[in-house]
């Protein structure tokens, strides 16, 4: 089940908190005093104005137990959140945008998928901020957590330094729909999709780079079963939407 935090989960959400944040936690808390700074994420926790609150933090529960957790919010927000906590973030997102800050997942409900279905969530919560593209960081050193979040849609746009340290900056088009397609072997195949298709459905974006190969687009639910059955026309099978 995917739920909005609440005050209650307070000891399970600081548990994660810790492992999606890392060394950042004594940042926030500026010491490396395990009790103050396990008092400072309560606080911002406990909060409704900050970051790291309840209330921008989405709980995956499975038999009662918080397995995940993933902290998100409206860009254009930052400053607000920020507002009684200056000087211990620094800017990690931008005004035009829904970011996830954080994701963790409990060690015994890993390889679950838990991860994966947090990150689809934001697609109607970006919707009910009112931004068009979802945006997170990712650690440059980190290729295999890089590799994840392109699979699911996610490009990277630019490299921010934050906290003294290189991440990447990957967005993804929340009014663009992904979605995996086999068949797809070249340049050529890619502009026959695109020139049979577009002026039905608009833009669409083939992905040559990614197996198996990704195509977006703009797309409503009722004109989903024309799109796939006129790729199949093509000779395209759609697998999935990612």
Not at 65 to 83: Q, T
Not at 111 to 134: E, P, S
Not at 141 to 161: C, M, R, S
Not at 177 to 196: D, L
């Amino acid at each position: 089940m995917i739920r909005q935090a609440n005050k209650g989960d307070l000891q399970a959400v600081i548990r994660l908190l810790k492992l999606a944040l890392d060394d950042i936690i004594y940042h926030l808390s500026g010491t490396k005093d395990e009790l103050q700074t396990d008092n400072k994420l309560q606080e911002l926790f406990l909060s409704k104005q900050s970051r790291i609150s309840y209330k921008n933090i989405t709980i995956f529960e499975e038999n009662g137990v918080v397995a995940g957790i993933m902290v998100s919010y409206d860009g254009s927000k930052l400053n607000w959140l920020d507002e009684h906590f200056k000087g211990i973030f620094e800017r990690e997102c931008f005004d035009d945008e829904y970011y996830i800050d954080a994701i963790a997942v409990d060690e015994n409900f890993r390889n679950k998928g838990i991860a994966t279905k947090l990150i689809n969530q934001t697609k109607f919560l970006a919707k009910m901020a009112n931004q068009a593209k979802i945006s997170l960081i990712v650690d440059i050193n980190k290729p295999k957590n890089v590799a994840l979040y392109e699979k699911l849609g996610f490009k990277t746009d630019q490299i921010l330094k934050i906290y003294n340290h290189e991440y990447k900056h990957m967005i993804k088009d929340t009014l663009m729909r992904n979605f995996e397609v086999n068949g797809i072997n070249c340049v050529n195949c890619a502009n026959s999709i695109k020139n049979a298709l577009s002026d039905e459905f608009g833009e669409i974006v083939v992905d040559l780079e990614k197996n198996p190969r990704v195509v977006s687009l703009n797309i409503d639910d009722k004109d989903l079963q024309k799109f796939t059955d006129e790729l199949d026309d093509l000779g395209f099978k759609l697998i999935r939407e990612i």
